[in-house]
């Protein structure tokens, strides 16, 4: 007879594997990580890790997917409150950005193996998969300031996707320049003039004031500067 699955047990071991992943990221690195070492930390045998991941590169997809789904439920209140529009815009940006900024220390370890080559299927899919989430709430709040007429262009449902591209791209530049400073290749003036330039042309493609949807602010890209900075090996 066929075993039974029960759905509960599955994602409630399912959720503990990637909890271990995660803590080992932090602690360790991924690079660092092993097959073993997950089995070790979650108390499981390989063919039960095996049962739910076929490899530790789905371990990483799926604990990025899981973040992604944690910020949607974030966000998704901001976006559904009865405020003017640029306002819940602004609170949308500040607040990813910030629950980021809250996530700081995995992200910074898990930066590396998601921007190795050898990686390049889950970034896509991790891009792929945040657009999905975050630009239909992008729109929403875009079609509202149509109405509210502090926004005057013609389309903002296509629109969320040109902001969602360029909120996307931001976090992948200034991801790869957190990542050369950890390792001692870029300044943080560099990561300063990343988020400059991107926050700047965000403005312009909303047809917006400069400032009006800072959502960055100087002590957050210093705080990331200084996450990566930490992680520098010591000169010998």
Known sequence: MARTLDPDAYHRKR?????????????????????ADILAAAGISKGAFYHYFQAKQDVLSALLERRLGAWEAVLEPIVA?????????????????????????????????????GNA??????????????????????????????????????????????????ADRAGRSVLAIARGSAERTDLHRIVAVYVGALHRVLGLEPGTLDFITGPDIESWADSAASLREPER
Do not use: H, N
């Not at 609170?91 to 980021?100: M, N, P, Y």
């Not at 657009?131 to 509210?148: Q, T, Y």
């Open 121 to 170: 299927v889950v970034a896509v899919r991790l891009r792929q998969d945040g657009a999905a989430r975050f630009a239909p709430l992008i729109a929403r709040v875009l079609v509202d300031a149509r109405r509210e007429g502090t926004m005057v262009q013609d389309d903002p449902v296509a629109l969320a996707d040109v902001v969602i591209t360029l909120v996307q791209d931001l």
């Open 15 to 35: 959720e503990a594997i990637l909890d271990v992943l995660e803590e080992l990221i932090v602690s360790t690195g991924y690079d660092q990580v092993t097959i």
């Open 81 to 117: 409150a009865e405020e003017p529009a640029l306002g819940r815009l602004r609170a949308f940006l500040t607040t990813l950005s910030g629950t980021k900024t809250a996530d700081r220390a995995f992200l910074v370890e898990a930066a590396a193996p998601v921007f190795a080559d």
